[in-house]
């Protein structure tokens, strides 16, 4: 299935994935083209947007422990240890 995170209502069922990321640029490209027909804000592509590198996460108090301990244990910040496992 091919989907499309600015256009979340999009989708295109092929085969293969190659058929379905065909078919989902195409019927993508498609709406663009008529939303600038009629004036329409096209959302920006997730691709090309402009990112901090900070956001907040709240996790339960066990786990922000367990992960202050890791972060300890290995020498590193609890960021670091964070950035790091998000990573992956």
Do not use: Y
Not at 27 to 46: F, H, W, Y
């Amino acid at each position: 299935m091919g989907l499309c995170a600015e256009f979340p209502s999009l989708s295109w069922l092929a085969q293969t994935p190659e058929a379905a990321l065909k078919g989902i640029r195409k019927l993508v490209s498609e709406v663009v083209a008529d939303m600038v027909d009629n004036g329409e804000t096209v959302p920006e592509p997730i691709a090309t947007k402009h990112f901090s590198g900070k956001f907040m996460v709240r996790v339960p108090p066990d786990v922000h422990r367990q992960l202050a301990i890791q972060a300890a244990e290995a020498g590193v910040s609890l960021n670091r240890l964070a950035s790091a496992k998000l990573s992956h």
